[in-house]
């Protein structure tokens, strides 16, 4: 009998194990044919980033755990998982913000590098707060705004977004939003082989708006004026470890007033500006801080809550307290006043309300491209903060046909 034969009157199991076994030898020479390519050919594969700084595992871990969101290296998300020591950053009085970040390393690091870190801070932004005219929940709309110009001043810098997730034991979980190019850390950063990540080891001191499990959200805005300075004696707090202690520890705008009075304020060495805070509540509650001259001062030293009236639901870049009137960013100023004005006629014509498209149509409304001229101008991202269902809707650099989800877990 020739082989031909002996394949024909061959039982159908024999037959389909000899396929099988054949089927399945062709398959594994050519896995093994593509795992010997040349090496122009080699897949890539994406680079881990050193952490020079770092040696303890669990830190490392969350430090290489990072997410690229949207994959092009402009939006990232990470779980921040160890112990960021709030009690003995708010005990330092570190308020400086290079002080602070040198202090946050000594305290977090697991050997420290000869220079000292270099972080830089500002902010431009529009914010405001109110009802959703469908569900009845709470909102707050915030536009975060820097341009990060080149060294030249010919171009600008693509920054990265982090969105932080923190669950401190015996505080409240949050996340919150930070520039990550006043951290060193532009576009793509996190996989390009070569950047340290040590300095992510400070991103809950650098957060710039945020909401908590409660329902509480904070932003903060720039102001043209003598940075604030208080000094009565009360423990001293800087600008964003201000925002980490309220994220963390407030479930309300009448619990974040509070908590601010226990401390002295100060935001000298935070960036070039000064800074009022905007907030609001899943309660509805909202309120601008400011902190304002008294009588023939020059320096800001009194903290003014401005609430309860809905022509204070939103704010820019000027001072919206009347015992401001005629100083650089007075009421008289024209820093963000366009933004300003849209916002509040928008409200006004609405009732004081509006749909969550409504809202985030409104943080289009007010967005800004890039003006290498004007710092607070580029609108980085766009936050609508849910603060009932505790949520975040998100667009990055004016791309609102692409919205990002997230919420406190």
């Not at 390009?192 to 992510?200: A, K, N, P, R």
């Given at each position: 009998?020739?082989?031909?034969?002996?394949?024909?009157?061959?039982?159908?199991?024999?037959?389909?194990?000899?396929?099988?076994?054949?089927?399945?030898?062709?398959?594994?020479?050519?896995?093994?044919?593509?795992?010997?390519?040349?090496?122009?050919?080699?897949?890539?594969v994406p680079s881990q980033n050193p952490a020079t700084f770092i040696k303890d595992e669990a830190k490392l871990a969350m430090l290489h755990s990072m997410k690229d969101v949207d994959g092009s290296g402009r939006l990232y998300e990470i779980d921040y998982t160890v112990d960021y020591k709030l009690d003995a950053v708010l005990k330092s009085g570190c308020t400086e913000t290079n002080q602070l970040f040198n202090?946050?390393?000594?305290?977090?690091?697991?050997?420290?590098?000869?220079?000292?870190a270099q972080v830089s801070f500002d902010a431009g932004c529009s914010a405001f707060a109110v009802p959703?005219?469908?569900?009845?929940?709470?909102?707050?709309?915030r536009n975060y705004d820097f341009c990060h110009a080149t060294e030249d001043g010919t171009s600008y810098k693509s920054i990265a977004a982090i969105l932080v997730r923190t669950a401190p034991p015996g505080g409240k979980k949050?996340?919150?939003?930070?520039?990550?190019?006043?951290?060193g850390y532009?576009?793509?950063?996190?996989?390009?082989?070569?950047?340290d990540l040590s300095l992510l080891m400070g991103l809950p001191y650098a957060a710039l708006d945020g909401i908590n499990e409660d329902g509480f959200a904070i932003g903060v805005l720039a102001l043209r004026e003598k940075q604030t300075q208080q000094d009565t004696g009360q423990p001293r707090i800087g600008t964003t470890t201000a925002i980490r202690m309220l994220l963390d520890r407030a479930s309300?705008?009448?619990?974040?007033?509070?908590?601010?009075?226990?401390?002295?304020?100060?935001?000298?060495?935070?960036?070039?500006?000064?800074?009022?805070y905007f907030m609001a509540d899943a309660t509805g509650d909202y309120a601008i801080v400011e902190y304002t001259l008294k009588k023939g001062e020059t320096i800001p030293t009194v903290m003014e809550k401005l609430t309860g009236n809905d022509t204070l639901r939103c704010v820019t870049n000027f001072y919206v307290s009347p015992t401001m009137v005629g100083t650089n960013d007075?009421?008289?100023?024209?820093?963000?006043?366009?933004?300003?004005?849209?916002i509040r006629n928008n409200l006004a014509k609405n009732n004081y309300e509006l749909s969550a498209d409504g809202a985030m149509s409104l943080l289009s409304d007010v967005s800004q491209p890039a003006d290498l001229k004007n710092i607070t101008s580029q609108t980085q991202w766009s936050c609508l903060y849910n603060l009932s269902e505790k949520s975040l809707r998100l667009a990055i650099l004016r791309d609102y046909g692409k919205m990002y989800n997230f919420k406190v877990k």
């Amino acid at each position: 009998m020739t082989k031909n034969q002996e394949l024909i009157t061959a039982q159908p199991s024999t037959l389909f194990t000899r396929l099988f076994v054949s089927v399945a030898t062709v398959l594994f020479i050519l896995l093994l044919a593509s795992c010997c390519n040349d090496d122009d050919d080699a897949p890539t594969v994406p680079s881990q980033n050193p952490a020079t700084f770092i040696k303890d595992e669990a830190k490392l871990a969350m430090l290489h755990s990072m997410k690229d969101v949207d994959g092009s290296g402009r939006l990232y998300e990470i779980d921040y998982t160890v112990d960021y020591k709030l009690d003995a950053v708010l005990k330092s009085g570190c308020t400086e913000t290079n002080q602070l970040f040198n202090y946050v390393a000594y305290l977090l690091y697991d050997s420290l590098p000869q220079s000292r870190a270099q972080v830089s801070f500002d902010a431009g932004c529009s914010a405001f707060a109110v009802p959703n005219s469908q569900s009845g929940d709470f909102l707050m709309g915030r536009n975060y705004d820097f341009c990060h110009a080149t060294e030249d001043g010919t171009s600008y810098k693509s920054i990265a977004a982090i969105l932080v997730r923190t669950a401190p034991p015996g505080g409240k979980k949050s996340i919150s939003m930070v520039d990550g190019m006043q951290l060193g850390y532009g576009q793509g950063f996190y996989t390009d082989g070569e950047t340290d990540l040590s300095l992510l080891m400070g991103l809950p001191y650098a957060a710039l708006d945020g909401i908590n499990e409660d329902g509480f959200a904070i932003g903060v805005l720039a102001l043209r004026e003598k940075q604030t300075q208080q000094d009565t004696g009360q423990p001293r707090i800087g600008t964003t470890t201000a925002i980490r202690m309220l994220l963390d520890r407030a479930s309300t705008v009448k619990e974040a007033l509070a908590m601010l009075k226990k401390y002295d304020m100060n935001m000298k060495g935070s960036g070039r500006s000064n800074y009022h805070y905007f907030m609001a509540d899943a309660t509805g509650d909202y309120a601008i801080v400011e902190y304002t001259l008294k009588k023939g001062e020059t320096i800001p030293t009194v903290m003014e809550k401005l609430t309860g009236n809905d022509t204070l639901r939103c704010v820019t870049n000027f001072y919206v307290s009347p015992t401001m009137v005629g100083t650089n960013d007075g009421w008289g100023s024209d820093h963000g006043k366009d933004r300003y004005w849209t916002i509040r006629n928008n409200l006004a014509k609405n009732n004081y309300e509006l749909s969550a498209d409504g809202a985030m149509s409104l943080l289009s409304d007010v967005s800004q491209p890039a003006d290498l001229k004007n710092i607070t101008s580029q609108t980085q991202w766009s936050c609508l903060y849910n603060l009932s269902e505790k949520s975040l809707r998100l667009a990055i650099l004016r791309d609102y046909g692409k919205m990002y989800n997230f919420k406190v877990k």
